[in-house]
Each structure stands twice: as structure tokens, then as C-alpha cells.
């Protein structure tokens, strides 16, 4: 007789819970019947004999139960999936950005480091519940055969002493909690997704290649390097085994901006600093410098100015390591575009006031047509013209509300729809019925089919390809436009029929405490294209740039003082010094004599 044990039967206050089952009906072992449960079994049931085989054909209608990894190798899993993702950036860098291939070298050995650290801080032996092949659904699947022992033992032990009871102990419950943190601090401890851009970032720092964090974003945002939704690439079978906090990791919900990138890489070299005294050299600021004054139409005498005041204030150029904590006016690409701006704004004053220089070749004796600068600093992607750029951004559909889908064109529709099969839909997922295919047939003069091969689209980079070439048109024309003005020599000069003291490049130097109090349109015109460029807000920008004129002066001040001439005289030579062009002069010469022989 099959007998079951299970809730209170009920009837008639009836306290029973054992059962039995009598003529293909339960009964209690009150004799109460169980109305509405039956057993109905089949009468050609078959009973196999001793001896007798069976054929017994697998329903696959039925869902295979999935097991997931957990503890010590689930953690592994994810290790080995991020590494993946890692190794597939990096191909992805050497491969279509031309990188050298040292590049991966170096990431493999910042990528070892991590490792060392990730598993030396989990060395601490674990109970068997942190490790294991375990199921996620039930609680109680097989323990694999790398199970603590002393856990096992301790279970056995348990279950020796009571078998049959189920007791609570006071223990189990702040034990649970501690597991619960554990697992919590083991998912905040190992490495992000954003980490790997940090540790490519310092890799190619290390090997000086000419990278800023803007174009790294730039990959991001474009989906042209992994990141947004790396989990589909990664092979489903690890996806399947994995744990859902792991996947998560895989699956960020936000892209980073800039500045949270500049914020990463910034703690990964502290990090690395700190832990395995790695210390990542300085940007490479020649070549960043030399990117930055082409695309915003500088003239080229600005560059080695540039160099020179980044020398007179003994900026690194590089993340402060030992500072507590991450400031923008710390990170080297930003230091740099500031520098371009004061060295501009000492060399052109763009504030509306003549200067005059006293030797003909100086910088500042140069007078270039404003309008077509302005032309060169406000140029676009979408100014690239003959079709090659879309109406709208690469990756337009990330920042997409759900009021602007009713305002959308049939191309725009097309390429949300393009972008979302891209990204969410499975490659190996079952093609449209015929009915359902046939509801969105392409119809002739109606829509824009986006897999048409006539349709030209071009690349990210062929768009900047292209935007720099009219940049660099444009520049000649702009160069060629320039005026050279007459030198004074004399502290005064005529200007109809009057004399007025002479200006000097530096002095009257406009400084401005906050990003309101630019008064001047072109000054105003190149802060927001200088922001735009390294992104981060013009008013921040304006405060570093506050910050370095101030540390400027203060140079300034020093070293008239030093010299025993008065205010205006040593400033005034100060910043001739600073300013001065590609020529290296006497001065300069004896001070890198100085330098060799120390």
C-alpha cells in the first residue's frame, strides 16, 4: 500500500497528515476521503520482469534542467569569459586600428597581475555551498567532487545526530548573512567591464601610443570595439552555466561617459601602483598636442608653445598617482587642451585688443581672418557632404526615448530595427513565419531597404578621414590669408596722428574666473570647441584653464622677483620667453647644456 505524508486533511477538524492510497483514491488515516485527488494509473501498465529490456524514448518537449557553476568555479567561468572578451578587444585594436602587436603582450601580463590578485585574495578555504557544480533552480543538487571535505564531514555529522528533524539552528541564520556578504563583496572586488579599457589604455600608454581617452569612448559609444552587450560574445554554452550576478557583468545597463572613463582609468593605475608598483609613464603629448591644434585650426607656431609653457609650469603630462583622489585638472589630455587655449589667447589675445611684438619673428606678430578660423573650429561630421554621413550620429538609437519613435522616418525606423536585431536578437533564433514576414514585405517607393547595396554609408572613420581633409583645406586657405603686422621696437607708436603705448603679446592678459564671465565671442567659440574635443563641460574646462593661468602668474611673479625687475618690465619678458618662436635662441641653448651636464 502506497502511503504519502502531507497537509492536515481537514475534514471535520480532522488533525491527519499521512495518507494512503485505497482503490485509486487517497484516504487519510482517519478514513477521510479525499474528494477531487486520484490516482489513475493505466491498466496495460506495463511490469517488467527480471531480466526484460525496455526501450523508453526521451520526451524533448521537456526542458532539460540547466546547471550553473557556483563559488570558486563560477568564478573561474567568469574569469575565463572576461578574458575572452579581452583577448577579442585586443585583436580587434591590432587587427582594424593597426596597433603594434606588443600591445597584446603587455595586456597579457597587466591581465596576469589582476588574475594573481583576483585568486590570492580568495585563497581562504570555502564550505562546500561556495563551491561546487550545483543546480540553480534546486537546492539540492549533487556536491562536486571538489567540495570542501571538513564541510562534508560536518553535514554528515549533522545528519547522524537527527536525520529526521528539522531544526533551526541560532547559527544558520547570521552564518546565511555572512555567505550573502561574502558573495556581495567577491562581485564588487573582480574586475568590471570597464576595466579592460583601462588596462588597453595602459598598455598603449606604456608603449607610448598616441590614444586619449576620447577616442576610446569614442569605440565605445560606436559599438565599433566590444562592450555594449559583450555577453553575445561570448559562446552560449558559458553564458548558460554561468551565474545571472556574473552575466550581469557582461550586460551594462548605461554606456560610461568620458569623464566616468577618465574615473576608471585613474583608479586602475593607482591600482596597479599600488598593489605591483607598475607605474605607467606620461602621454604622449607630442602627438596629441600636434592632433589637437590641427583639428581646431590653430596655426602650427602654437604647438612648440604649447611645450614650452607645459616645461615653465613642470607638468608631467601624466595621472598623479599619489594624489587621494580623481580631479579633472589632473588628467594629462585636458592639461593639454588648456594649455592650447592660454597659448593662443597669449599669442592672438582674441579679447579685441591690437598687440604689437617687437621682433619680426615672433608669434604674435601673425594676424589670421577670424572667420575663417571660426569656420574650421565649428566644423561637423554632418558638414561632410556627397552622402558620405548619415543625418544622425553613429549609435544614434542608444540615447532614443519612447515619445521620439512616433516622430521617426522610414529610414530612421529601418535603422533602429537594424541596430535592435543586431544587438538583441539571437543569430541562431527561428526565421518569421510566412504570415508574418509578409506583413513587412518591402513595397516599392515605400520605406528605405537599409540592405540595398546602392545605399553608400561610410564609416566613423571615413568620416573623420574626410572631416580632416576639409579641415586641412581649409587651414591652407586660412594660412594663406594671414597678415604679418610691423614690429615695435619703441614702448610707444603712432596710430592717426596719435601716439599710444604699445601693447605687448602677454600683457592685459585676459583671465577669467568662471566660464560666464567670457565676455569675447571667439574666446567663447574656442572653449566650447576645446571642450567638445576632449568631453568634458566648458565650465569645467574653464575652471582648469582658471587654474593653470594662475599657476602661470605665479611664475611669472616668481621669477621677476628673482631678476630685480619691476612688475610690468619682467612680466613683459616673461612671456616673450614663453611665447617665442620655433627658434631656439642662446638662452635656450645654455639651458639644455645645463641640463646634459647635470
Not at 545526530?161 to 558573495?183: T, V
Request: hydrophobic share 35%; proline share 4%; net charge neutral.
Amino acid at each position: 500500500m502506497e502511503r504519502q505524508k502531507g497537509e492536515r486533511c481537514g475534514t471535520d477538524n480532522c488533525r491527519s497528515r499521512k495518507y494512503h492510497l485505497e482503490d485509486g483514491q487517497w484516504t487519510c488515516s482517519n478514513g477521510h476521503v479525499q474528494e477531487g485527488r486520484l490516482d489513475i494509473r493505466e491498466e496495460d501498465e506495463y511490469q517488467p520482469r527480471k531480466g526484460d529490456r525496455r526501450i523508453v524514448e526521451r520526451d524533448d518537449s521537456q526542458t532539460v534542467e540547466e546547471k550553473v557553476f557556483t563559488g570558486r568555479e563560477g568564478l573561474a567561468l567568469f574569469l575565463q569569459a572576461y578574458q575572452l572578451i579581452l583577448r577579442k578587444q585586443v585583436v580587434w585594436l591590432i587587427h582594424e586600428r593597426k596597433f603594434p602587436p606588443e600591445l597584446e603582450l603587455l595586456v597579457r601580463d597587466l591581465w596576469t597581475l589582476r588574475l594573481e590578485a583576483v585568486y590570492a585574495d580568495r585563497s581562504a578555504p570555502r564550505g562546500a555551498s561556495s563551491s561546487g557544480y550545483n543546480s540553480q533552480t534546486s537546492q539540492s543538487g549533487r556536491e562536486s567532487e571538489s567540495g570542501a571535505s571538513q564541510s562534508v564531514a560536518s553535514e554528515r555529522a549533522a545528519s547522524s545526530q537527527g536525520s529526521s528533524m528539522s531544526i533551526s539552528l541560532p547559527g544558520s541564520r547570521s552564518s546565511s548573512a555572512s555567505r550573502g556578504r561574502r558573495a556581495k563583496d567577491i562581485t564588487k572586488t573582480t574586475p568590471k567591464l570597464l576595466d579592460t579599457m583601462g588596462i588597453i589604455y595602459m598598455a598603449a600608454m606604456m608603449l607610448q601610443l598616441p590614444l586619449d581617452i576620447v577616442t576610446v569612448h569614442r569605440w565605445i559609444t560606436a559599438q565599433d570595439i566590444i562592450f555594449f552587450r559583450a555577453i553575445t560574445h561570448i559562446p552560449e554554452a558559458m553564458v548558460a552555466k554561468m551565474e545571472r550576478r556574473w552575466r550581469r557583468k557582461f550586460e551594462p545597463t548605461v554606456l560610461p561617459t568620458a569623464e566616468g572613463l577618465r574615473r576608471e582609468v585613474y583608479h586602475l593605475m593607482r591600482y596597479y601602483y599600488r598593489k605591483f608598483d607598475v607605474v605607467v609613464p606620461g602621454t604622449n603629448a607630442e602627438c596629441l598636442l600636434a592632433g589637437y591644434v590641427l583639428e581646431l585650426g590653430c596655426p602650427p607656431e602654437v604647438y612648440p608653445a604649447v611645450l614650452k609653457l607645459a616645461k615653465k609650469l613642470n607638468l608631467p603630462l601624466r595621472y598623479p598617482l599619489s594624489a587621494s583622489k580623481f580631479n579633472i585638472i589632473d588628467c594629462p589630455d585636458v592639461q593639454l587642451m588648456a594649455l592650447m587655449i592660454i597659448a593662443v589667447k597669449l599669442c592672438y589675445g582674441l579679447d579685441g585688443v591690437t598687440r604689437y611684438a617687437k621682433t619680426p619673428w615672433e608669434i604674435a606678430n601673425m594676424t589670421l581672418d577670424w572667420e575663417s578660423w571660426k569656420k574650421i573650429v565649428e566644423m561637423k561630421e554632418s558638414d561632410v557632404s556627397n552622402g558620405a554621413v548619415a543625418s544622425r550620429d553613429r549609435n544614434w538609437q542608444l540615447g532614443v526615448r519612447e515619445d521620439e519613435i512616433y516622430g521617426f522616418t522610414d529610414r530612421e525606423m529601418d535603422e533602429y530595427l537594424d541596430w535592435f536585431e543586431k544587438n538583441w536578437v539571437k543569430k541562431d533564433s527561428s526565421k518569421p513565419t510566412a504570415g508574418i514576414a509578409k506583413l513587412f514585405e518591402d513595397r516599392s517607393g515605400e520605406g528605405t531597404n537599409p540592405k540595398d547595396p546602392n545605399r553608400k554609408e561610410a564609416s566613423g572613420e571615413e568620416v573623420r578621414v574626410k572631416l580632416l581633409e576639409m579641415r586641412v583645406d581649409a587651414f591652407k586657405k586660412m594660412q594663406g590669408s594671414a597678415k604679418i603686422n610691423v614690429p615695435a621696437a619703441d614702448w610707444t607708436v603712432r596710430e592717426n596722428r596719435a601716439v599710444r603705448k604699445v601693447v605687448r603679446p602677454g600683457e592685459n592678459y585676459p583671465r577669467y574666473l568662471k566660464w560666464e564671465d567670457v565676455s569675447s565671442e571667439q574666446l567663447r567659440t574656442l572653449y566650447k570647441a576645446a571642450a567638445a574635443r576632449i568631453a568634458v563641460d566648458v565650465e569645467g574646462f574653464a575652471f582648469v584653464v582658471q587654474r593653470l593661468e594662475n599657476r602661470l602668474w605665479q611664475t611669472v611673479r616668481s621669477r621677476s622677483r628673482s631678476r630685480g625687475k619691476q612688475s610690468r618690465e619682467g612680466d613683459i619678458e616673461f612671456m616673450e620667453e614663453v611665447i617665442r618662436d620655433l627658434g631656439v635662441d642662446e638662452d635656450d641653448d645654455a639651458d639644455e647644456e645645463d641640463e646634459d651636464s647635470e
